[in-house]
């Protein structure tokens, strides 16, 4: 989900991800940096994403990752019902409320 | 069509993520630069975020696979390679998995063959034959009459047939030869429920009293053998014994009647039968000569049959003394159901000890297995410090042990199968046809499958335990498993010990056996048939009465004494281990000739003069039969020692008198020699013989033999004979063989086991061997150090040797005992196989002690020899 969140602002290649994801998580998330990638083929395999060979701004031959129509659906669906889950997880663990 | 493509772009999908890997890396490794690292620290901190580059990319890849499936075919494919490059040590695993399971698929196959094989027929399991009594005992036939009373009378049946088995001379143009058919009841094939392949069955509808349906059904395969498969044989005439039967149709392929082993040649109206053999069972409630099987209507249990039908039994006895006694007991019909079949009870025995044989065979492979994966510690330690999971390795090796019993199941099954189809080809009983369906089929080889399977995991479940335990860090520095994690060391004692029992007990039975097989030779048989030639036939094929019949046999008599080299010759209706029949005997005065009545039954024998002689049978007292003694005078006999105590004690029997029935009166007139008349197991039986000029009651015989005593060799004796037999009468089909002939085929079930259980010896000898030897030389190449310390320091070649093969050798003993134990309780089992022994003979057991002592010695030589070779300097320097 936050890979394809991610990828939904602009298309990126595997290092600028994990770096995207370090800084927008504040370093809160230290996972290692290997993990993404196969999360990366999994994505790639659903249809999710789709990957091609680049040059990038520091003319290096990279694979930039860009989200699928599919995968927007996908993330669309994913987040509400994340959403949904984190509100009923709330309201569960706000007692005053009731 | 998604995971089509991926079969083919993968390659690309792989080399993009490595690639991809290494870019990020590299990025990685130069922003790290940019804050100041070197290089060297750079690409270890990179590596460290990164984490395991191979597990990544091995997930990553395996994504793209079908993950359980792939794995596993990439074990296989490594398993393989491994293998490979141990084919000493694959080629032993494969052939003694090869030999256990073969084994036990020849058995199996035998077993499934002969037992559990259910009749050809469509719904046989509501197909039941009723048996006298209470079905044990083997008597399982019934009377024209009962059966006629039990298929009219009671109600639990819808149909029930009843059939004998008839040899009869069957002539299709000029030849006239031997074979072997059915008399059926006219609904047999309707209640069977078959179709004819070609033509019609006869019905019931066809029976119109005796004689009234000269209708011949074909088997299958003999309209095959006989007659080409012709459309045209539908209307043609064959000859029965001379009398001329049409016809009418070919039964269904792959239905060969309702017996064992015995496939008829034909059916034919059973009411005709009378026409064929001059002999008709038809009338008499007490001629016991017809099986009897029916289908049970839906719903009526066999156990409710048995009841009803033996209401019905007490009935009829009722209204009629004959059937006095009379009971039934409904079973299923086929070899299923025959509960005490000693065959089956010998095969299921077999069936046990071949599993022992793959036991121990299994044992084997686990004791190989565990060392082989000693060997490989250092190996495996090292793939499970680079991230392999445990259950990653045991799952290695257990693809590895499965993929090795596979292969030896499949080579096993595929000797198992050569073996079985020249088994099934075996005519162990002349020109009878007997034929086993013993070819392997779907059930065969799902259990060889599951066996293998079953081994596979038995021994590579061993070593798992190994693995499991396994201290990585010790392991990479030792290079072996340490001694700790070896506590499995007394469980390979345990399985030695389990091995050298299971070999212990073969080698008994199989001892047990061949000794059992020794002792039956030389049992006395009460004639001597070496060097008898037979020739047997049944005049009746060419038309002979009972009259003309023995008057031919007497020309054929004179015309084999005329051989040159013969030097005694008579005839007989038939001989001991020939077949023949036999009578109720009842005392002088008996009225009421009514089976409760009668004193014994006894075998019966009509001999001509010069018989005794010419068998080699002594005559205690009295005197041989002349020719004179014929119908014009008093009935005489001539008994034999059992039958002289069994009806007058310890009488004088010369000149004593007994009846078979009213008009059947005899006076003894000598007294012979017990002897075997069936099987070289037999008790002592009542027998009796009667000039084959008088005949039981005055019923001459048309089955003929003529029996010659000649030096000559075998093959001039037999062409001499037919010359001489087919020069009196040419028309008759004769069959001649040699006696001994006859009494090695009674011994064929025996020889068989003996043969089966020695094999099964000597393969359990032979794992047992490869098992000690592997043992002892385990323990000597891990202590051949601290054996070389102690020659060193001065310890005498015994003491070495006992500190080294002391374990195997106490093992050895203990599992010999234990196996010994095992035989001796299981005597009774082996008595089934084999009679004349028992493992409780001191022979036997000194035999297995000495034989399991020379395994012991044989296996620990080799070993023993490189202790004693142990260079102390050498092997100190090392």
Sequence with gaps: MMVLQSLQRHPMHGYALVQHIKQRSNELLQVEEGSLYPALQRLLKEGQVKAEWEISLSNRRVRTYRITPAGKKHLEREISSFERMLEGITLVLSPSES | ?878
Aim: with cysteine.
């Design chain 2, 1 to 878: 069509m998604n995971w089509f493509r991926q079969l083919f772009t993968r390659n690309r999908i792989y080399s993009d993520l490595s690639e991809e890997i290494e870019q990020h890396l590299a990025e990685k490794v130069e922003a790290l630069m940019a804050s100041g690292m070197s290089h060297p620290q750079a690409e270890q901190a990179a590596r460290r975020e990164f984490g395991n580059v191979a597990r990544v990319s091995e997930r990553g890849r395996e994504i793209w696979m079908w993950p359980r499936i792939e794995s596993i075919l990439a074990d296989i494919g490594f398993a393989i390679r491994k293998l490979r490059k141990s084919p000493g040590f694959t080629f032993t695993a494969i052939v003694t998995l090869a030999l256990g399971i073969g084994a036990n698929v020849v058995v199996f196959s035998v077993l499934n063959g002969l037992i559990l094989r259910p009749l050809d027929v469509p719904q046989p399991e509501n197909l039941f034959q009723v048996v006298h009594g209470n079905g044990k005992g083997g008597w399982t036939s019934q009377s024209y009459r009962d059966y006629l009373d039990y298929r009219d009378r009671d109600l639990s049946f819808t149909g029930l047939m009843a059939y004998q088995m008839q040899r009869v001379g069957l002539s299709v143009g000029k030849s006239n030869t031997r074979s072997w058919g059915y008399a059926a009841s006219g609904n047999y094939f309707d209640v069977l429920g078959l179709k004819p392949t070609l033509g019609r069955f006869f019905h019931a509808t066809d029976e119109h009293g005796p004689a009234s349906a000269p209708f011949i059904v074909l088997s299958y395969d003999f309209w095959h053998r006989q007659f080409n498969a012709s459309p045209d044989v539908l209307g043609q005439t064959i000859q029965l014994n001379q009398h001329p039967f049409t016809i009418i149709g070919v039964s269904p392929e792959g239905f060969h009647g309702t017996d064992d082993f015995f496939w008829p040649d034909y059916w034919f109206p059973l009411l005709n039968a009378a026409q064929i053999t001059g002999s008709d069972d038809l009338p008499w409630r007490d001629h016991y000569s017809f099986d009897v099987i029916g289908r049970l209507k839906p719903g009526v249990t066999p156990h409710q049959a048995t009841d009803s039908l033996n209401a019905l039994a007490t009935q009829m006895a009722k209204e009629d003394r004959k059937d006095d006694g009379l009971s039934a007991t409904v079973i299923q019909a086929g070899p299923a159901g025959k509960t005490d079949n000693p065959m089956k009870k010998a095969l299921l025995g077999i069936m046990l000890l071949a599993l022992l044989v793959l036991l121990a065979a299994c044992v084997n492979l686990a004791s190989i297995f565990a060392a082989r994966a000693a060997d490989r510690s250092g190996e495996l330690a090292i793939r499970m410090a680079i991230g392999s999971s445990r259950w990653h390795i045991l799952r290695q090796l257990l693809t590895e042990a499965v993929l090795i019993s596979i292969a030896g199941g499949i080579a096993g099954t595929f000797f198992a199968r050569l073996l079985l189809s020249a088994l099934s080809h075996w005519q162990p009983f002349g020109d009878f046809p007997t034929h086993f369906l013993i070819s392997p089929d779907h059930r065969v080889y799902f259990v060889a499958m599951a066996l293998s399977i079953v081994c596979g995991f038995l021994f590579g479940l061993i070593p798992a335990r190994q693995i499991w335990n396994t201290n990585v860090l010790q392991t990479i520095k030792t290079g072996t498993l340490q001694s700790e994690t070896f506590r499995g060391f007394a469980l390979r004692d345990i399985l030695l010990v389990v091995q050298i029992a299971v070999c212990t007990l073969l080698v008994t039975a199989s001892l047990v056996a061949v000794r059992g097989m020794r002792r039956s030779l030389q049992v006395p048989l009460g004639f001597q048939p070496h060097n008898v030639t037979l020739a047997q036939a049944d005049l009746r094929m060419a038309g002979y009465t009972g009259e003309q019949s023995v008057a031919l046999l007497k020309r054929m008599i004179d015309a084999a004494s005329a051989i040159p080299g013969v030097t005694a010759a008579a005839g007989a209706d038939s001989v001991p281990f020939q077949g023949g029949g036999g009578w109720f005997v009842y005392r002088w005065g008996t009225t009421e000739f009514l089976p409760s009545h009668m004193a014994f039954g006894a075998d019966t024998y009509l001999l001509s003069p010069g018989y005794l002689q010419t068998a080699g049978t002594r005559l205690m007292v009295g005197r041989d039969f002349t020719w004179h003694d014929d119908k014009s005078t008093p009935g005489v006999a001539i008994i034999n020692e059992a039958f002289a105590h069994k009806l007058f004690g310890n009488q004088s029997a010369i000149g004593q008198r007994f009846m078979l029935w009213a008009t059947a009166k005899y006076e003894v007139v000598g007294v012979v020699e017990d002897g075997k008349y069936g099987s070289l197991v037999e008790d002592p039986q009542p027998a009796m013989f009667f000039p084959v000029t008088q005949g039981p009651g005055g019923f001459l015989p048309t089955r003929a033999v003529v029996i010659v005593r000649s030096q000559l060799s075998q093959d001039q004796i037999t062409a001499e004979l037919r010359k001489a037999v087919t020069g009196v009468e040419p028309n008759v089909p004769y069959a001649i063989a040699p006696w001994d002939d006859a009494i090695d085929r009674s011994m064929v079930p025996a020889r068989a086991a003996t043969v089966v259980l020695s094999i099964m010896g000597m393969l359990a000898a032979m794992l047992a061997i490869t098992g000690i030897f592997g043992m002892a030389s385990y323990s000597v190449s891990k202590r051949l150090k601290e054996q070389g310390i102690r020659i060193a320091l001065g310890a005498q070649h015994l003491q070495v040797m006992r500190s080294t093969l002391g374990r195997p050798v106490i093992l050895l003993l203990i599992g010999s005992v234990i196996g010994l134990l095992l035989g001796v309780f299981t005597s009774s089992l082996m008595s089934h196989l084999v009679a004349y022994a028992t493992p409780r003979d001191p022979l036997i057991l000194a035999g297995v002690l000495f034989t399991m002592l020379l395994l012991g010695l044989l296996a620990s030589f080799i070993p023993a020899r490189r202790t004693l070779a142990i260079d102390p300097a050498q092997l100190l320097r090392e």
